[in-house]
C-alpha cells in the first residue's frame, strides 16, 4: 500500500512536529499539514483530502470532538485516529459517536504508530468502543426551533467559514450573520460556534455537507 495522505490535527504545534516527525520515521512520508485544532477545520480538510487525519486530544476535549465530527462530515470515507493520553472509556465512546475509527495512546513508538496509521487506512481497524450505546434516532430529536435562515448560517458555521466569508456568500451583513448566530447560540443553549457545531453534529440538525469555497474561507496550516 502507498503512503497515505495524512493530516495532523493539534492544538500543539510543537505536539504536531513531533507526530510528523515520527511518522516520516515509520515511512509515513506524505503527510500534507497540520492544523490548529481550537479552530474550525472543514474547509481545509475539503482542501486537502487526506486518507487518514490524526486527531491529537487537546487541551479541550470539546474541541476534539468537534474537529472530529467536522472532518467526518466534510470528508466521509477519511481514517480519523485519536491520540489520547489514557484509554477513558466514556471518553472513547464519545469520540466513536463524533466519528473517531481508532484511537491510541499518545506516545507510542514511531514503527507502531505508523504501523497502525497504514491499517486504519487499509480499513483494517475497526473498535466499537461500546456497541451498547445506540447512535441517536434523528427523527427522536426534538427540534430546537430554528429558522431556516438559522439552519443555513448553522451549516456554514460547521463547515469552518467565517462570519465575513457567511454574509458574502449569503447577502446579508456580517451584523446580520452575528444576529443570527445569537438566536442560534440561546436556542440550542450552547455559547460559542464550536459547542452550536457539535450539538448540531450529534443532534443530526446537520444532514449533508456543505461544500465550502476554499479559497476565501478563513484557517491555517503549518507544513
Sequence with gaps: MSSPRTLIVSDNALAA???????????????????????????????????????DETR?????????????????D???VLLVSEMDHDWLV???GAGADAAVRRAPDCVSL???????????????FSLAVPAPAQSAMPSPGLTTRE??????????WSNGVIGGQLWITEQTVKFHLSNVYRKLGVANRTQASLYA?????????VAPNVADASASIAA
Excluded at 151 to 160: D, K, M, Q
Excluded at 201 to 209: A, D, I, K, T, V
Aim: with cysteine.
Design 114 to 128: 505508523g504501523a497502525l496509521v497504514r491499517e486504519v487506512a487499509a480499513g483494517n481497524v475497526f473498535h466499537a
Design 17 to 55: 512536529s513531533v507526530i510528523s516527525r515520527c511518522l516520516r520515521q515509520a515511512s509515513i512520508r506524505d503527510v500534507v499539514g497540520y492544523v490548529d485544532a481550537s479552530r474550525a477545520c472543514g474547509a481545509v480538510v475539503a482542501e486537502l483530502e487526506p486518507d487518514v487525519v490524526i486527531v
Design 151 to 160: 439552519v443555513e448560517i448553522l451549516r456554514l458555521v460547521a463547515a469552518g
Design 201 to 209: 453534529y450529534e443532534n443530526g440538525l446537520l444532514e449533508l455537507p
Design 94 to 96: 464519545q469520540a466513536t
Design 78 to 80: 477519511a481514517r480519523i
Design 60 to 76: 479541550s476535549r470539546e474541541d476534539a470532538l468537534a474537529r472530529i465530527a467536522e472532518i467526518r462530515f466534510t470528508l466521509r
